[in-house]
């Protein structure tokens, strides 16, 4: 069936370091592919998203390219600030699923540093 | 402001005891869906509604029942509680199937 497979946190940072977290999935066909943030104590936010081969998501100074070739859509960002420590889950929308479902990765915790 | 709002925040309870975790949205989404949040196994999709009436069962339907009877609402039903299903519980919702969905804040639900 269709996965996500993300690296295991925690990863810690020191502000202004480059971030990245990888995400690999397995699923027939090109589902969606999204990003998802979670603040301590809040519910998940959409971050990004792509919904073809070689489509770039970003939103606050965030990317991700959909990899159809290696299967990834890892997430960047050149700058990080203590306001992004969050858990970060990558997530797709299976093409034959019914409904809304979305299939998440566990999840990793991002910790930044001042 | 759009919003996906759920109650109880908080809740512990024992097991046998029925119980409802609430779910509303103001977006007029024609999709929501129930999730429960474990460590390292991410969002597991637990029930879906794609209408009023229209429901059906996500990853991990076991123990759980929904209801669909106006739009706006997703009631998540527990008849029974056991301690496994002691979790981190998520409504959300979509406007439909290829839209990003928006997640309420969340219910952390413990069951002794």
């Known amino acids: 069936g269709d996965s996500v497979t993300q690296m295991e946190g925690p990863v810690t940072l020191s502000e202004e370091a480059f971030l990245t977290i990888n995400c690999t999935y397995t699923?027939?066909?090109?589902?969606?592919l999204f990003w998802y943030v979670q603040y301590p104590g809040e519910g998940l936010q959409l971050l990004l998203k792509?919904?073809?081969?070689?489509d770039k998501g970003s939103n606050k100074g965030f990317e991700a390219t959909y990899r159809k070739e290696t299967t990834s859509f890892h997430l960047e960002k050149g700058s990080v600030q203590v306001s992004d420590s969050a858990v970060y889950f990558c997530a797709l929308r299976p093409l034959s699923a019914a409904g809304n479902k979305l299939t998440f990765g566990g999840g990793t915790r991002v910790l930044v540093k001042p | 402001e759009a919003q996906v709002t759920q109650n109880p925040r908080y809740l512990i309870t024992v097991t046998g005891k029925k119980l409802t975790v609430t779910c509303s949205q103001n977006?007029?989404?024609?999709?929501m869906s129930w999730y429960r949040q474990d460590p390292g196994l991410g969002l597991r999709q637990i029930y879906y509604s794609m209408n009023v009436e229209v429901t059906d069962k996500g990853d991990v339907p076991e123990g759980y029942k929904v209801s669909r009877k106006e739009k706006r609402n997703f009631p998540l039903i527990l008849e029974s509680p056991s301690p496994n299903q002691t979790s981190l519980y998520f409504c959300?919702?979509?406007?439909?199937?290829?839209?990003?969905?928006?997640f309420g804040p969340g219910t952390r639900l413990t069951v002794l």
């Open positions: 792509a919904t073809k081969a070689d």
């Open positions: 699923a027939t066909g090109y589902p969606s």
């Open positions: 959300a919702s979509s406007a439909d199937r290829a839209q990003a969905q928006y």
């Open positions: 977006m007029n989404h024609e999709y």
